[in-house]
T-cell receptor
Framework: NAGVTQTPKFRVLKTGQSMTLLCAQD?????MYWYRQDPGMGLRLIHY???????AKGEVPDGYNVSRLKKQNFLLGLESAAPSQTSVYFC????????????FGPGTRLTVL | GESVGLHLPTLSVQEGDNSIINCAYS??????FIWYKQESGKGPQFIID?????DKRQGQRVTVLLNKTVKHLSLQIAATQPGDSAVYFC?????????FGAGTILRVKS
């Protein structure tokens, strides 16, 4: 099993450009999450999903959109990137939501110039 | 103003010593807690978890203690090794989500 994978690993954008980050998991987990991590800080939840076709806002959702068209995939979109969105983005999945371990991907390092 | 998140607490220990990393949580109704380890450039890795009906749980070289009275969680690492150097995060359950603390840097001196 590959676990949780993220593509791309690195990306540089110019202000105003758009992009989509892809997260895939092969563990048949219902719950998936997108976090951002800024230097010296913990993980902040952007959006999450409790199952295929569902999405919900987290702590810092502004400027991001998500979609969960297939159970195994969770997409994070930036429609008009801003320098404040420079961060490392982590995807995670779990079987029981907040009641068990979340499995994390390796992260995507995004720089917005 | 200055963000406290830019200055993570740091614990420096000698190789072979025991480490204790502390965490205060906010929600007295939380029923699940978890510790993660994050090495530089990698995603967080699960270490150990504990449910609120327990006050102690042991794993391999790690022990988590839960004190619900003062809303405090600790991670004890026995015989700390250089490979334990990382940032450690605690998290508590909030519905279908986990809420993460800011983290503690553990540095192991050889």
């Amino acid at each position: 099993n590959a676990g949780v994978t993220q593509t791309p690993k690195f990306r540089v954008l110019k202000t105003g450009q758009s992009m989509t980050l892809l997260c895939a998991q092969d563990m048949n987990h219902e719950y998936m999450y997108w976090y951002r991590q800024d230097p010296g800080m913990g993980l902040r939840l952007i959006h999450y999903s409790v199952g295929e076709g569902t999405t919900a806002k987290g702590e810092v959702p502004d400027g991001y959109n998500v979609s969960r068209l297939k159970k195994q995939n969770f997409l994070l979109g930036l429609e008009s990137a801003a320098p404040s969105q420079t961060s490392v983005y982590f995807c995670a999945s779990s079987y029981l939501g907040g009641r068990d371990e979340q499995f994390f991907g390796p992260g995507t390092r995004l720089t917005v110039l | 103003g200055e963000s406290v998140g830019l200055h993570l607490p740091t614990l420096s220990v000698q190789e072979g010593d025991n480490s204790i990393i502390n965490c205060a949580y906010s929600n007295s109704a939380s029923d699940y807690f978890i510790w993660y380890k994050q090495e530089s450039g990698k995603g967080p890795q699960f270490i150990i978890d504990i449910r609120s009906n327990m006050d102690k749980r042991q794993g391999q070289r790690v022990t988590v203690l839960l004190n619900k009275t003062v809303k405090h969680l600790s991670l004890q690492i026995a015989a700390t090794q250089p490979g334990d150097s990382a940032v450690y995060f605690c998290a508590e359950r909030n519905g279908n989500k986990l809420v993460f603390g800011a983290g503690t840097i553990l540095r192991v001196k050889s």
